[in-house]
Nanobody, 125 residues
Framework: EVQLVESGGDLVQPGGSLRLSCAASGFIFSSYAMGWVRQAPGKGREWVSAISSRGGSIIYADSVKGRFTISRDNAENKVYLQMNSLKPEDTAVYYC??????????????????WGQGTQVTVSS
């Protein structure tokens, strides 16, 4: 059974930073692309970023490009999201997502097949 457990969400001031973590289990982690999606209050789920199975291919949503960095540690079965220069509009529940393929194409960012319970990120002064 696929399990994805996010952590690291918090209340942070605008301009601040946070690092989210996702611990994965129940599948061969190093064989699949992983990603992050988020859902703000009253809005639909928004794709944020994806990283290929070996980490060589990374893509970001335009809204976070240059501020967020995705990474993974295949030895630890973990994926991370470093978030810098946070803005109030980044406030959302952030979900770790697993893809059924090793590389995510920019046109297929919504095709994840599993996700976790989420971690709350609130950006406010």
């Amino acid at each position: 059974e696929v399990q994805l457990v996010e952590s690291g969400g918090d209340l942070v001031q605008p301009g601040g930073s946070l690092r989210l973590s996702c611990a994965a289990s129940g599948f061969i982690f190093s064989s699949y692309a992983m990603g992050w999606v988020r859902q703000a209050p009253g809005k639909g789920r928004e794709w944020v970023s994806a990283i290929s199975s070996r980490g060589g291919s990374i893509i970001y949503a335009d809204s976070v490009k240059g501020r967020f960095t995705i990474s993974r540690d295949n030895a630890e079965n973990k994926v991370y999201l470093q978030m810098n220069s946070l803005k109030p509009e980044d406030t959302a529940v952030y979900y770790c997502a697993k893809y059924p393929v090793p590389v995510v194409l920019p046109t297929r960012t919504r095709n994840y097949d599993s996700w976790g319970q989420g971690t709350q990120v609130t950006v406010s002064s």
